[in-house]
């Protein structure tokens, strides 16, 4: 394992903030290893990515503007990637871990025969070996896992877990051939349903609502006022999501987003542990709860026990006037 | 139809987890083992399934552990399953995800199935790959994070939930599926279902059985897995009871304020 690969998830030209964290980290590991960094962006969008992503440190940015990669399901990517793969040789692949990039790994892994590192926040190399550092079980215990050095390794990178550093001297965009690959599984319909959603991974405030708001009303006259008050974004658990309050695209936990904002705010959740560890890597962590014994009081920094319907639109007031 | 659900073993999430400090272990004893959340909701897919298509459809749980936890399996049953599969052995041991699926996808041909319904995440090892590599080592289609499913003439059409909204696909049988949990909450065992688990059979396979050889356990891994106690918790927080609600933001601001955040 000499060289880094990134892969660049991107929806109609647009990628995540993840990735520039997952660029500036793989020059790092690169460098370590003594090896090339190479992205590879895939579909009708990648050029415009690429223009996105030039100014990180990466040596090689690999394109395929194959229109194959937004009408099928995954099949084409790993294909590509597996490409890329074997192209470069032994490597360490990163993959945002998200919904996709898991069943990416997952599916990589067979073909590369590759070990895997799942959630990684830390990545360690000494002499040539890869060490992965993940948090696991809600944050009770932290697993190094090795990559065999002489195999194939991917690690599913924790978004919010790196830092994103610019720099280099331009990566060259080399643009390969669409390859003549079949697929079977062709995406009937696609719908977009939340539009928040990458505002709420990329948030510097989240300020989340539960079951103890009751309804969907208040996510729009109260939350969103306070969310907008620190320039945040609305999330909300599966509570209320399965309420239907919100879409599930603001959910946060295991089953939905990770998020780690430098102040997370919820209102009206017990903090379940798979709400917990989608949220616990938050910079500061404040709960509004009418019962001081939640669960959540065991592991914000701080807890205002009462009613959240009189303390939201006060607090509102006071952190718009701090603003100003 | 013959549809296999996999289910892991995994520790109670709700239970208190402590990590042996000479062994860097979790400590298992004093932490019920149950089937781990996620797996509930696939074999909740699988039995609705079975009651929509009808006929001689069955439904088998499989299950990769240790044979000492073999009853935590027995709730799968009382929900509803026919039969469970088990794959035990000592070799085993140490198996990380590479491995584990590649075991997994052996026992899984010899079983056999048309449709494989598997949970999309575990609550111990949390990786997410197991689905994915099950596909492609068992040569199957790979629909995840699936909310509805509908069978006609073999054609599996689904709607799979994203990051942002849904998608529908459709594919062809032999599949294998990942449910979301929108797919509907699992049942709960009833007792004429507790009192007939205990009656069905819950067969054993071996690595022997399923013809592995040495790609197995530790060994054949290709991951070296260290766990360990945390770092130390943040510091603990501040529990407060204001006096009346103005006084509650103005503890979150100063708060804040002293941490610099507004
Ligand atoms: C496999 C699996 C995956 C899951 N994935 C997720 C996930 O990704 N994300 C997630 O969030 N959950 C997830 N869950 C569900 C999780 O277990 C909890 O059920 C859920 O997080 C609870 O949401 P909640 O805190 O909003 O509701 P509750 O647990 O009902 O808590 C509501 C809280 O609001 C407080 N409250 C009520 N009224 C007020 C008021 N007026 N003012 C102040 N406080 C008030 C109450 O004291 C209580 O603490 C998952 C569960 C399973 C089984
Ligand atoms: C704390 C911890 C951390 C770990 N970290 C890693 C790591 O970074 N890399 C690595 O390679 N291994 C790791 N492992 C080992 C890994 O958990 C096992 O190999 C496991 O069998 C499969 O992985 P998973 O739990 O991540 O499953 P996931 O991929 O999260 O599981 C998805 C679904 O696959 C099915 N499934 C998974 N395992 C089984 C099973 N044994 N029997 C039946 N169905 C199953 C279930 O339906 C489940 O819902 C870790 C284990 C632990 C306890």
Redesign the pocket.
């Known amino acids: 394992m000499k060289n880094v690969i990134v892969y660049v998830e991107q929806k109609k030209g647009a990628t995540r903030k993840v990735t520039f964290e997952m660029l500036s980290e793989a020059r790092k590991i690169a460098d370590a290893l003594g090896g090339r960094a190479v992205a590879v962006v895939l579909g009708s969008g990648a050029a415009q990515v690429a223009e996105q992503i030039k100014g990180y440190p990466v040596d090689a940015i690999q394109l395929v503007e194959d229109p194959a990669v937004e009408q099928f399901l995954l099949d084409p990517i790993v294909h590509y990637v597996e490409l890329a793969a074997k192209n470069v040789g032994p490597s360490l692949i990163l993959i945002p871990n998200t919904l996709s990039g898991r069943d990416l790994a ?1 599916r990589l892994l067979a073909r590369l025969n590759a ?4 959630d990684v926040t830390e990545i360690v190399v000494t002499n040539g070996r890869v060490e ?1 550092v ?1 948090p ?2 809600g944050g009770a ?1 932290v ?1 190094h ?1 090795v990559l065999r050095a002489g195999d194939y390794g991917i690690a599913t990178i924790r978004p919010g877990a790196f830092t994103a550093a610019p720099g280099g001297s331009g990566a060259q965009i080399e643009r390969h051939d669409v390859s003549n690959a079949t697929y079977a599984l062709a995406i009937e319909r696609d719908v977009e349903e939340g539009s928040g959603e990458m505002a709420l991974e990329e948030a510097p405030v989240v300020i989340a609502g539960g079951r103890g708001m009751g309804g969907a009303e208040p996510f729009t006259s109260m939350l969103k006022p306070l969310a907008d008050a620190f320039g945040g974004a609305v999330g909300a658990s599966r509570a209320a999501a399965d309420a239907g309050w919100v879409s599930y695209s603001l959910q946060i936990g295991q089953t939905g987003k990770t998020v780690s904002p430098p102040l997370y705010i919820a209102v009206g959740i017990s903090g379940a542990i798979q709400h917990k560890v989608g949220m616990r890597a938050s910079g500061t962590i404040v709960a509004i709860n009418k019962d001081a014994s939640a669960p959540i009081a065991e592991f914000a920094d701080l807890t205002v026990v009462g009613d959240a319907f009189a303390i939201v639109p006060e607090l509102t007031k006071l952190v718009t006037a701090a603003k100003q | 139809m013959k549809i296999v ?4 073993l995994v520790p109670d999430p709700n239970g208190v987890k402590n990590i042996d400090p000479a062994t860097k272990r ?1 400590v298992r004893a004093g932490v019920e083992t149950v089937i ?1 959340p ?2 509930e909701y ?1 074999l909740e897919a699988a039995l609705q399934l079975k009651e929509r298509v009808g006929g001689d459809s069955t439904v088998t749980v ?4 240790p044979e000492s936890l073999k009853e935590s399996l027995r709730k799968a049953l009382a929900m509803g399953a026919d039969g469970a599969v088990m794959l035990s052995d000592a070799a085993l041991e140490g ?7 590649h075991a ?1 996808s052996l026992a899984l041909k010899r079983i056999g199935f048309d449709l494989l319904v ?5 609550d ?8 994915g590599a ?1 596909a492609e080592f068992l040569g199957v289609p790979c629909l995840t994070n699936v909310r509805k499913i509908d069978i006609a003439d073999g054609k599996v059409r689904v709607e799979r939930e994203t990051d942002g909204g849904y998608q529908e696909v459709t594919g062809a049988l032999p599949m294998l599926v ?1 449910t979301a949990l929108t797919i509907g909450e699992p049942r709960y065992p009833s007792l004429k279902g507790i009192m007939g688990a205990k009656k069905k059979p819950i067969e054993m396979l071996s690595v022997a059985d399923i013809g592995a050889g040495d790609a197995v356990g530790a060994a054949a ?3 070296e ?1 260290l ?1 360990f106690a945390p770092p130390p918790a943040r510091g603990a927080g501040k529990i407060v009871t204001p006096e009346d609600p103005a006084a509650g933001a103005a503890t979150i601001l100063a708060f804040l304020q002293e941490k610099k955040l507004v």
């Not at chain 1, 070990?115 to 799942?118: K, N, Q, S």
């Not at chain 2, 499989?62 to 552990?65: D, E, P, T, V, Y």
């Open positions: 997952g070990g895997v590192a799942a992965c993940s696991k079980l215990l697993t896992c | 659900v996999t289910v892991k979790l781990n996620y797996d696939a499989f299950c990769m552990s198996s990380d995800v590479w491995a584990s699926a997994m598997v949970g999309g995440l575990t111990d090892g949390s990786t997410g790959a197991v689905p099950l990942t891994s290709k991951t897995l766990s």
